[in-house]
């Protein structure tokens, strides 16, 4: 593993973007910082649906995942006490590996609309759970402690951002690998033909579910990080269908074209949606719409298509355009 | 006894609003293969468009009944243009692409039309309550109800009613059975698809838009009203058979009494138990509780 990883270009450029991330974060202003630290946890969850999105599969529930990672890290905090930012995602990723093992049985027997629609019902039915239920605060939600990192406590959040960084990085990497493996490219070829690939000897079914829990542990690692950074869990801003909707646009927006897209698309959208939310408050999903239609009709590879024809045109030696 | 007709009135009402706006939405994904997102924002645009026309006929001092009238122009005008724009606009283009692309554009679609919203109407809320007061109301076993509320039962009767008549007793509903079992034979004999598209897609808008004006006067109009309305009409519809109209009836029925039952016991549960039926339907029948597994009726 190591050694693919050593090898791969993308795991280099992905490194030299977290380390130019890192310095920037500390000379940039705080709100810059914090944006970019949000879009990054976003990008998190969208990695998980690019996983899924190669295949052709989208999920409208993926809400789901964030929920269970945002909840489980604030259920540690308020009855176990756990401040530790990585102890918190163990239990963000654990609980959302498990429920996403369970249900991934079900799942993989759908594809197309139907995969969409039964994920979006699984993850209404977590909403409407946590919206009415009292000792969980309902839609009010309830706050989370800051984080310590590594049993460390930091004034201000610069560590935090790092950490965050680190973690995306890491994730990326394994994400890379496991496309990079038999398994992941697998991937493609699920959508190009399902019938051969069940020919070729290998379970469809099986693919899917391994697919779908590492998307589950990605969408959850996503909502864990973002109820430590913002303090605050709530079903309306983090379990609604409006969010796994959310998250599907900046997949589509993305680009499904490398492990780093996820990443940029959300933090491009994190940007766009803090400008336009200070300028033109009631506008902002008017915009959101049209990119979509207009990335629909006129750029399906998302942002990164456009980066990788610049990037072609550049080097013009055929691994480029990988 | 009295509890048992409160749930049983609140489960038929709610199931016939329901029925009303889902209607709209089988009918585009029977004909169309469309699992149209945007139908929320329709049922948004009815309800605010009739919201306004009554507020604005109140302060001309028109009697309050002309909000029956209004209601039902406003469901066809928003049908007629906001259908249009859509189809001709964007879903037109878009015939033969993956299914997940079309959810996803449809999606794009509701985003913009909730700013448009709020860009037409401002952000206040709007409450038109006249028309609730014309017909008054009465006492059925001891539990009050004003007809109002009753009469939706009476519309989403009508509606079933027009669906089953149109599609099975007139040319225009023999050409739409003939697109829904074999598009290219169709236009091999002649038959206007595109139109036919249109026709459905306008008719299917209008339904949404009367569930939101019908709906208008007994809500307080602002905006993100059609978010919850798209996710329950999908319910409605996955339970029923995406495609069906019988099923869009047991559908609603099922949500509407299930949903009453709820409130009524247990209202913890309302949310999760609609959608833990549909998730459990959706996992023993895909093609939901009253569609045959291949052919899809209507």
Known sequence: ?322 | MQEFITILLDGLTYASYLFIVSVGLTIVFGVMKILNVAHGAFYTWGAYSAAWAITAASEMELPDWVGFPIIIIAAILIGLIIGTIVERGVLQFMHGQDEVLIVLATFGMFLMSESIIKLVFGVDPYFAYQPTTVLGGTSIIGVYRDFYSLSLLLVAGIVAFVCWWSLNRTKWGKLISTVIFDREASLAMGINVNMVYLVVFIIGTAFGALGGAYLAPTLSVAPGLGIEVIVLSFAVVVIGGMGSIPGAVIGALMVGIIRAIAVHKLPEIELFVIFGVMAIVLIIRPEGLFAPAKARTI
């Open chain 1, 1 to 322: 593993m190591i050694d693919i990883l050593k090898e791969s270009r993308t795991v280099r450029w992905v490194g030299l973007a977290a380390i130019i991330l890192i310095i920037i974060g500390a000379l940039v202003p705080t709100w810059v910082m914090n944006n970019v630290m949000f879009g990054m946890a976003r990008g998190l969850a969208v990695l998980g649906l690019m996983v899924l999105w190669r295949t052709g599969l989208i999920s409208f529930g993926h809400a789901l995942y964030f929920g269970i990672g945002a909840y489980a890290v604030a259920l540690a905090d308020f009855g176990l006490g756990v401040s530790d930012l990585f102890l918190r995602l163990l239990f963000a990723i654990g609980a959302s590996v498990v429920v996403g093992f369970l249900l991934g049985f079900i799942l993989r027997r759908y594809r197309s609309i139907f995969f969409a629609m039964l994920s979006l019902a699984f993850s209404m039915v977590l909403y409407g759970i946590l919206a009415k239920m009292e000792s969980l605060g309902s839609t009010d939600g309830f706050s989370v402690t800051p984080p310590t990192i590594l049993g460390m406590e930091f004034e201000d959040k610069y560590a935090l951002f790092v950490a965050i960084i680190v973690i995306c990085f890491v994730s990326a990497c394994l994400v890379q690998f496991y496309l990079k493996s038999a398994l992941g490219y697998l991937t493609t070829a699920i959508r190009d033909n399902e019938i051969r690939v069940e020919y070729l000897g290998y379970s469809v079914r099986r693919a899917i579910h391994i697919k779908y829990v590492i998307s589950a542990a990605l969408a959850g690692a996503a909502g864990g990080i973002l109820a430590s950074s913002l303090g605050q869990v709530d079903p309306d801003s983090m379990v609604n269908w409006t969010v796994s909707g959310e998250l599907v646009f900046v997949t589509i927006m993305a680009g499904a074209g490398s492990v780093a897209a996820p990443f940029l698309g959300g933090v491009v959208f994190q940007f766009l949606q803090t400008f336009s939310l200070q300028y033109f408050p009631d506008y902002w999903q008017f915009f959101e719409g049209l990119t979509l239609l207009l990335i629909i009709f006129f750029l399906p590879g998302g942002i990164w298509s456009l980066i990788q024809k610049l990037w072609v045109r550049e080097d013009k030696s055929p691994e480029a355009a990988e």
